[in-house]
C-alpha cells in the first residue's frame, strides 16, 4: 500500500498549476486586492448575523465530537467561533485571520462569552503558509473563506499539513452560480454579474463551492463528502423567505462600495437593485433560490 506521502508526491503536478494559476492572477490583475466587502463596522455586524442566521445550516451534524483542538482558517470577528465553542464544549480553538482589524474585533467579542473563557486562541497569519507544526490539530474549520483567496488548494494543502492523521476538515463555500430571484429582476442580475467578475479581480472564486471534492482530493484527503445545500424559499415559508430576502438585500448591498470604487456598477444599478429586492420581498408570489456547497473530509 502506498505511504501518505507518495499519495501527496502524486499530486505535486496539480498544486504546481494551481500555484502558477494564482501567480498569473496576480501578474495579470496588479492593483487589484482586498475583501469585497470591507471592513467596516457595519461590515463586522453584518458578518455575526450572518452567521447567526445561517447556523442551522452550516453547523448541524458537524464530525467534531471526538476533536478537541481545532484550527479555524479565516476566523474573521470570530463569529463562526462563537458558534462552534458554544455547539462543542470540548474544543479548543485556534482562530487564524490576515486582517488586525477583524482580530480585534473577534478578541473583544470572544471575552464576552461565558462559555468561550480559556478555549480560544486567535492568530495572525496567512492560511497559505501556517506558522503551526505537523500534526498540531485534530480539527479543522473553514467557512466563507476559500471564495476570497488566489490559491485555495495551497490553503488546503496546509490544513492537511498541520492536521495528525485521521483528523476531520469541514469546509463550506459558496457557488453564486445558483442565484436566482423570481420576479425576474434585471437590476439585482447585473449587479450579481459585476459582484461575483469584481471578486474575480480580488484573486477570489465565486464558484469555488462545486470544485472542493477535486481540491479536497488533489492535497491528500480522503473519505471525501460534498453536499449541496440548497436555500429554496417560496410561498411555502413566506417568514423565512421574507427574513432570508432582507439578509440576502444586506449582503448585496455589503459589496456596493467597493464595486463603485472599481467602475463595476454605477449608482443607477445600485439603486435600482434596491427597488427590485423592494419588489421581490412584497411580491406574494416571489421565489428565492441559492445553494452552497459543505465539504467533509479526513486528513491522511
Known sequence: MASSKTNVTKTSAAKAATSKRGEAQRSNK?????????????????????????????????????????????????????????????????????????????????????????????????????????????????????????????VLSEARRVLRPGSPIVVTEVLNATFFLEPYSPRTLDYWKAFNEHQIELFGDPFVGAKLGNLLQAVGFRDIACEVKPIHLDNREPGERAEFLAYWTDLLLSGAQSLQKAGRVDRTTVEGMQKELQIVAHDPDAVFFYAFVQARATAL
Request: proline share 5%; glycine share 10%; hydrophobic share 40%.
Open 30 to 154: 496588479t492593483g487589484a486586492a482586498g475583501y469585497l466587502h470591507g471592513f467596516t463596522g457595519a461590515e463586522q455586524d453584518r458578518l455575526y448575523h450572518q452567521a447567526r442566521f445561517l447556523e442551522p445550516r452550516v453547523h448541524e451534524g458537524l464530525p467534531l465530537r471526538r476533536a478537541r483542538r481545532l484550527l479555524e482558517i479565516g476566523c474573521g470577528v470570530g463569529a463562526q467561533t462563537d458558534i462552534l465553542l458554544r455547539r462543542h464544549p470540548d474544543l479548543h480553538v485556534t482562530g487564524l485571520d490576515a486582517s488586525p482589524t477583524n482580530l480585534a474585533r473577534a478578541a473583544a467579542h470572544l471575552k464576552s462569552l461565558p462559555w468561550a473563557r480559556g478555549r480560544w486562541d486567535l492568530v495572525r497569519g496567512d492560511a497559505a503558509k501556517l506558522a503551526f507544526g505537523a500534526d498540531s490539530f485534530d480539527s479543522a474549520f473553514l467557512c466563507w473563506i476559500l471564495e476570497h483567496v488566489a490559491d485555495p488548494m495551497q
